[in-house]
């Protein structure tokens, strides 16, 4: 099924509370925002979803609660660990739980064709027909891996069946993916979405990706599928300014979960230590971008 | 007279012709462009400069042609690089030959705060007097600098006149840089620009970047020391597309160069190899997003 | 109490059976193989130990088998984890199963002076009181620490007692580490053991290293104490050659486990997957090594 | 020619006097010394002959002063270089120098094997014809090569002749390049020789490597293809603890040159800053070892 994956898959956000613990609350209500905007599909436990500060319970209790939450949506659950046991351990408990499938991104340390081929193998020899989506993050994974290494991949195990590619540059490595001649997989794309339409016009299926507005998400997506392509990209700019601030690491995750905590999303913009926390400056900052877009939105 | 930089310093590209020679002739007239745009500085051999692609004695020429070319206005060169005795040895020439000043970024491999006091020490035992910009850009270095770590070697050596700041986020270190009690240095920022308004409202001098449309970071930077922050953000802000296009690195650079060869400011969009040429879908992707932006424009 | 720690602290190992489960039994032979070569202490799931390969209730079953075997003898728990929740999680769990303390090396990715202070300040505000092993060691977690900012963790945290000390070069780090006017603690060294006689000149406590001959790190450590050093230059010499083969890296472990295999001290030589198996080349080299230590020590 | 290389090919140090200026006297004396002790043929501007620290001009120097003292023995160049322009311009000055062979390790930042494989393109079309020897080191380089990609580089590049293979462990992919079915070249080896013996026996042509006492890499070398396996282990056990001194980074280069200055190959242990200096307390260890060595070699 997430072979034939389209649209906008959210890259959803951990909430958590003022004092650090899970808000399992408040991915009730940050779902029936995502939903309400139009997501066609979820990715918890990623990079963003700050999935390296979990203990191993709290992680399945945010799966198991967005997947109750999202209901006939699927819910991808990132399960990427350098521990082949944590790593299959959570793919079985997420699978359990109604995941349509789990991320892996290959661990740091890995560097060869060779370790990747042997990597993955080791992986779904644990895994085996778990629908898996191959994350392609070089900056946050550390790792490379070339347009012919992921053909390969994809020759070798069924069980890929979506890749998230979010190299930089993209744009290329897209078209060059969707060039090959093996079995077709869903192209999602990430990069907190600075590059959508672009990626669009170079096949990808849609976004993998978070944002404070996801109806920009959306709402892109859907004019591009409609062949308005001069409106999905004068809508994209008008999000930009907020959307490539947004895009500065873990410090613009919580700038993203200080909007969605504005627009009634979440009920707390707290990162989870070690994190970054917003100064007052960072506030009127975002005061201010989001003002314009309010303004620039006709609001 | 680092010390007191304002304004635009343009991280300048080495033209090359189409068999990858570089091209001096190009010079002239990308130095005419720049100037003709507005530009306050200029750096010459920095990463996006191709720098680490060429000769001792190529970087000697483009160093030359661009301060001989750039009359009146501060041309700085970068000189960064593993053997202290190249960095040495190029930062004399560079000043023998007019420069304002040199560039420098610590050498891949430095991890500690000890480390790189070290570093530099010996670096400016041997520069002794030569006023230094201090490269923090740990994407491209490898290396990472703290906010403290910064202030001793400003308090330590009286080179350092200039942060070209462009770590990631960069807002809240820009601030902490400026409330330093120490001795004034000037703060430029770089990364493509893509934070300019944001970096300036932080207390940066303006910005050391490059864009193939070098008038909006004279006009933002002008209408930001006329107090005209919205219409500042408003000229950014139609800008922004292109700027993040060109902001995804070498190949981001190389899009640059093609945009500044339609209009006029060199003859051949060449990168040196190894490094990326344009497909047809990147051309194509050019047309429109330059299109669009003179558009936006009203031209 | 770890700030007394002396003698040799075994990097004990984890053995698994054939498939690649935690062979629990093994660990009450091994720990009577290490205790009757006179270890006067142990630290487990360490990096050798594969730590990283372990769940959650792996890791947690490892260290009460290893306290309750080890009985009076202390026991140092490796808890090093990306997560802090994770890592207080499992340093609680270790000290109320017995544990004398728990052992930390920074994770991947931290940089600065900064950066490391904030993150022990961030570890030591959630397990305050817990003894604890600072490890450097930079070849496997990617993190330097100098000297100096050793120094100013010793001061700012009083759980720090003892720093293993497996930088490389080793030898004038642990002299500058011993010169510090600051709190004393142990030091105990790692390296698998490549240069004992010479970190015991310059004031280490003693080794917290893996052996398959552990009687050597007892009898050269017992020799260095009564002054006996060119006796203990002339054993270690002896060990040196089969050293020296179980010091490449996880590859070295592997054949350290199937040397103690033929001792009798654990069933099995398995590593987890992903990880090395022995070659029949592998295993001659094993054989001829082993019959030269024999021969060097007259049996 | 050098796909025919066979016996002990040192790594050479590059002398300094006391201010860092190249010695270039003292190669006189150091290609005596190692030529007296039965060196086959000389690798220069290694890692460890300090390469990164020369100017281009001193680079030029020391490559001709050792080719011109070595006279019938070849002598292979270092010109690794992140510019492929500098490092095929230092090959061709180095082969009209009478180089045997250029040397080469991929630069820091290559990932995958596409990557290698497209960098290594471009380093043979500049430099075709040029007799290579490929460096496999990645504890320096930063940089992974599995064995199918070399295999696959040997067989597109007629110019590789020779593998310095000095990954870690070393024994069995030794052993799996040796078993490639394609076009023979050598394989020496390095890591400091601290595996010799054992490489010898998986197939290696000798070692590539330094050491202060080079008549015990041509004497165990000479025991080996004696056949006289055990004498040959026997002798490098030996010096195995004055070699793995040695094998500590550029700190044990520095005693090395240290040993080398007692033995009268060179007239100061300098290494160019920034580098090691050698305290009292490392001064007196090399005292010791060194005597101790002597008194082993019965002398």
Redo the contacts between chains.
């Keep these: 099924m997430l072979n034939n994956a389209k649209g906008v898959y959210i890259v959803a956000q951990t909430p958590f509370d003022e004092r650090g613990n899970v808000d399992l609350d408040s991915i009730d209500t940050l779902v029936d925002f995502y939903r309400g905007h139009g997501a066609n599909g979820f990715t918890v436990l990623g990079v963003s979803g700050e999935a390296?500060?979990?203990?191993?319970e709290?992680a399945r209790q945010v799966a198991e609660r967005y997947i109750k939450c999202a209901g006939d949506l699927p819910v991808v659950i990132g399960v990427s660990n350098?521990?082949?046991?944590?790593l299959s351990?959570f793919s079985r408990e997420a699978m359990d739980l109604g995941a349509a499938g789990v991320m892996i991104a290959p661990p740091?340390g890995l560097?060869?064709?060779?370790?990747l081929l042997?990597?993955f193998g080791?992986v779904f020899r644990r895994i085996e027909g778990t629908p898996t989506v191959l994350q392609d993050f070089?900056f946050a994974s550390k790792?490379?891996?070339?347009?012919?290494?992921i053909h390969q991949l994809i020759e070798r195990h069924q069980e890929i069946q979506l890749i998230k590619e979010e190299d930089?540059?993209?744009?290329?490595k897209i078209?060059r993916l969707r060039e090959g001649n093996g079995r077709r997989v869903a192209i999602l794309t990430g990069n907190n979405a600075?590059?959508l339409p672009?990626e669009l016009?170079?096949g990808a299926d849609g976004p993998m990706a978070g944002f404070s507005y996801p109806e920009m998400l959306t709402q892109v997506y859907g004019l591009h599928q409609a062949g308005k392509f001069e409106e999905a990209?004068d809508l994209?700019?008008i999000y930009?300014?907020l959307l490539?601030?947004e895009a500065?690491?873990f410090?613009?995750v919580c700038a993203r979960k200080e909007v969605m905590r504005r627009r009634g999303a979440i009920r707390h913009a707290t990162m989870?230590?070690?994190g970054?926390k917003l100064?007052e400056?960072?506030l009127h900052?975002i005061d201010?971008l989001v003002a314009?877009l309010e303004t620039r939105l006709g609001r």
């Design positions: 390296g500060k979990l203990s191993a709290e350098p521990s082949l046991a944590q351990a740091a560097q060869t064709d060779e370790d042997g990597y080791e070089p790792v490379a891996m070339s347009v012919p290494l930089l540059p993209c744009l290329n078209s600075m590059y672009l016009q170079r990209d994209f700019d930009l300014p490539r601030y500065m690491g410090w613009g989870r230590t070690p970054p100064s400056k960072d900052e201010r314009r």
